[in-house]
């Protein structure tokens, strides 16, 4: 299997300020952050979104008058924290468990890190209870390089299979969704790796996960 190995994992930080209108957004201030789709194909050195996703900030009132980024991913409600204030997490577990759902039929290396890792995150709130791991031999598609095109191989991996809470709502004392399963590729990264991406969701929540 070939080794998600990029250097960093850079997804850009809050700006500060409205993606619509530029006004910058006040210490306090309620606002809307946006996932939105992004190229892939940019060179991992330079790029600001190698996860293939961008956020945007957008203030609320450019958000109730109706402006929406192009390929909207997913958004949530954050709020501008005070000057030298610790941050607080401001995304509700409805969301982290909903990017993980809609990451489901990720197939670059990069996203593939992503849901892992956000996984792993739900399972330290107790959202999703490990329950096995399961080996298939699956068709997956080597990259190209500058000196070979891609190729597609039957490799072995490893799959989490996971029950989600019937209403993350109430948190870790709700009850098990037996009727739902959810699969998690373990893309077999080291603990540097999966701390890199930990970083990333959190400068992507704005939040200390």
Excluded at 202 to 207: K, R, V, Y
Aim: hydrophobic share 40%; glycine share 6%; net charge negative.
């Amino acid at each position: 299997m070939t080794q998600f190995n990029a250097p960093t994992y850079d997804i850009a930080r809050p700006t500060g300020q409205c993606a619509f209108t530029g006004r910058p957004l006040a210490s306090g201030e309620h606002y809307i952050s946006a996932l939105v789709e992004a190229p892939l194909d940019e060179t991992p050195a330079t790029s600001s979104n190698i996860l293939g996703f961008k956020r945007l900030d957008i203030s609320s009132e450019a958000w109730a008058e109706g402006n929406r980024p192009e390929h909207l991913f997913s958004f949530w409600k954050s709020v501008v924290p005070q000057p030298n204030q610790k941050k607080k997490l401001f995304v509700d577990d409805g969301v982290l468990m909903d990017l993980l759902r809609r990451l489901a039929d990720a197939g670059q290396q990069q996203r593939l890190a992503f849901r892992f890792v956000l996984a792993l995150v739900l399972m330290r709130k107790k959202l999703l209870r490990y329950d096995g791991t399961q080996k298939r031999n699956d068709t997956v598609t080597i990259e190209a390089t500058e000196s070979a095109p891609s190729t597609t191989q039957v490799v072995e991996r490893e799959w989490w299979i996971m029950t989600p809470k019937l209403d993350v709502t109430k948190g870790q004392f709700g009850k098990w969704n037996e009727d739902e399963r959810i699969e998690v590729l373990d893309p077999r990264l080291d603990e540097a790796q999966i701390q890199q991406v930990t970083g990333q969701l959190n400068e992507i929540l704005n939040a200390e996960l």
